[in-house]
């Protein structure tokens, strides 16, 4: 491409752009909207994500020592559990340590104060990395021998899985979505470019221009659009963003929600914003252009 | 040179057969008027000329360029060695006459230097230098039809055809602009016309080709434009 042609390019693209403000204006506010609700779609996916992932790293369950292993023997047992491979970490507890545990959650404790430690077993608190392979794990931990009972809450860990997954299937759904929507207002926006200047692209077909030269102007002014909804939906989002951060924090005591602050995610949007926006800006150009340019 | 040789034209739409075994050369420097009734085939053998439509069968031949084979992707330069002149002007209506000028420059990558000494130059070949900064809409019909007859030679094609260019001026301006036509084709610029103006054509005495219901049915040096009597 010449470098003169460049110019020229940009300069018409900017021109097509201009001389259509309000549908360039409605075109980029449509279009920012529809980046906006994907983004925050996406942010709050991001975020029940983070906010599962913390619940799941506490997800435990305990493994029962056999009764006739003494804590010295049954403490043998944890190179064998963290050896599986999805194991996180093991932490052994002792009989003594879990009629401690156990009577402290008691608010009257006199009733367990002649309950001798033996009576509970030891057992090991193990953690996974991977709460959907908890299933696969418990068998694994259950064969070793010396386990002789798990205590697993198998139906919470499946909740979590399915709350993630149904989250992810939302958020793409909302995303592919969207993503179409934009696509059209695009290809709107430049089709009424291109039928208003349908006799120039006629002229220049008839005078030589190869279909790069006609296509390259409408190309810079779906980028321009991309561009201009992205940077919209960038600072919109931000807003929207911290207005929620805010809300949430008036009930900061609960520390039941962590909001992940945006500025650890603004590279990421702005990438995702601008990248979505170039690429439908430029699909809406090109293919809205594309019967023009069978002259 | 443009050589048409036993070429038929059918439109797939609605299987009519617009030319059949039309052949005829025209060869460089000629000038050449097209007519015959609506109807007769003139534009289908232009819109062929100019790779809008496909032949057939048989072949045509323009410059360098075998149009039977010719690629999609090649038709952009054949378009380079035509200027075309169209009955209605199709000036651009937000562009000055110099701006239309350079608008189609830019399209074949004309370089900046080029312009700024093409442009003066045909503007004075067709008497509008003093009117490069209008608009189309400030312009007389004659004298827009003059810019679109400097739009097609900016360029500097071998061949320049003009489709029906008279047919929105009087009898002067029409003949005021066949003198101009006369004039770039002396310059060494083939000419085909294709028109409707018998007068026009009889006074000119140049060769004049013939198109009834798709047949060449006469080709004549010096001819006349009489159809009717065919």
């Known amino acids: ?295 | 040179m443009i050589q048409f040789t036993n070429v038929k034209k059918t439109y797939d739409s609605n299987l009519t057969e617009a030319l059949h075994d039309v052949s005829f050369v025209i060869e460089d420097g000629e000038f050449v008027f097209l007519v015959g009734p609506s109807g007769s085939g003139k534009s289908t053998i232009l819109k062929l000329i100019t790779a809008e439509e496909r032949i057939t069968s048989g072949g045509i031949l323009v410059g360098d360029f075998d149009l039977g084979k010719l690629k999609k992707r090649k038709v952009p330069y054949l378009r380079r060695t035509l200027g075309i002149v169209f009955q209605d002007f199709r000036l651009i209506e937000n562009r000055t006459v110099r701006g239309n000028l350079e608008f189609v420059m830019r399209v074949v990558n004309t370089s900046n230097k080029v312009i700024k000494e093409r442009i003066p130059y045909v503007l004075d070949l067709v008497g509008l230098s003093d009117k490069a900064d209008c608009y189309p809409n400030e312009l007389s019909g004659g004298e827009q039809q003059r810019v679109a007859i400097a739009r097609a030679l900016v360029n500097n094609p071998s061949t320049i055809i003009a489709d029906e260019p008279t047919g929105n001026l009087d009898p002067e301006r029409s003949y005021e602009l066949m003198c101009l036509l006369e004039k770039i084709n002396q310059l060494g610029t083939t000419i085909l016309i294709v028109t409707h103006e018998r007068d026009l054509v009889n006074c000119f005495n140049k060769r004049v080709i013939t198109i009834d219901n798709g047949y060449v049915t006469s080709d004549m040096e010096n001819g006349l434009y009489d159809y009717e009597t065919i």
């Open chain 1, 1 to 295: 491409m010449r470098r003169f042609n460049l110019f020229y390019y940009i300069k018409q693209g900017f021109h097509g752009a201009g001389s259509h403000g309000f549908m360039t204006f409605a075109s980029i506010g449509i279009m920012a909207c529809c980046l906006l609700i994907m983004g925050s779609f996406s942010l709050l996916a991001i975020n029940l994500e983070h906010n599962l992932a913390a619940l799941m790293a506490e997800n435990e369950f305990l493994a029962y020592v056999d009764d006739s292993y003494d804590d010295q023997t049954a403490q043998t047992l944890e190179s064998e559990i963290t050896a599986i491979e999805n194991v996180a970490s093991c932490t052994f507890i002792s009989r003594e340590e879990a009629l401690a545990n156990y009577v402290g959650e008691l608010e009257d404790t006199s009733l367990y104060a002649d309950v001798p430690a033996s009576a509970l077993r030891a057992r090991f608190s193990v953690q996974v990395h991977d709460i959907e392979q908890l299933q696969a794990t418990l068998d694994e931990v259950e064969a070793i021998e010396g386990v002789v009972k798990i205590n697993a809450a198998l139906d919470v860990a499946d909740g979590f899985v399915t709350m993630r997954n149904v989250m992810v299937i939302i958020a793409l759904v909302m995303v592919v979505i969207l993503i179409i929507v934009s696509f059209f207002i695009i290809s709107n926006a430049i089709k009424l470019a291109t039928s208003s200047r349908e006799r120039e692209i006629a002229i220049m077909k008839m005078v030589g221009a190869t279909n790069s030269f006609v296509r390259w102007p409408f190309v810079v002014e779906g980028l321009i659009l991309g561009l201009g909804s992205s940077l919209v939906a960038m600072l919109a989002q931000w807003g929207v963003y911290q207005l929620l951060v805010e809300a949430v924090s008036v009930y900061s005591h609960v520390q039941l929600i962590n909001i992940i602050p945006f500025e650890a995610l603004a590279s990421t949007v702005a990438i995702a914003f601008c990248g979505i926006g170039l690429f439908v800006g430029v699909l809406g150009s090109v293919t809205t252009i594309r019967k023009f340019l069978l002259v």
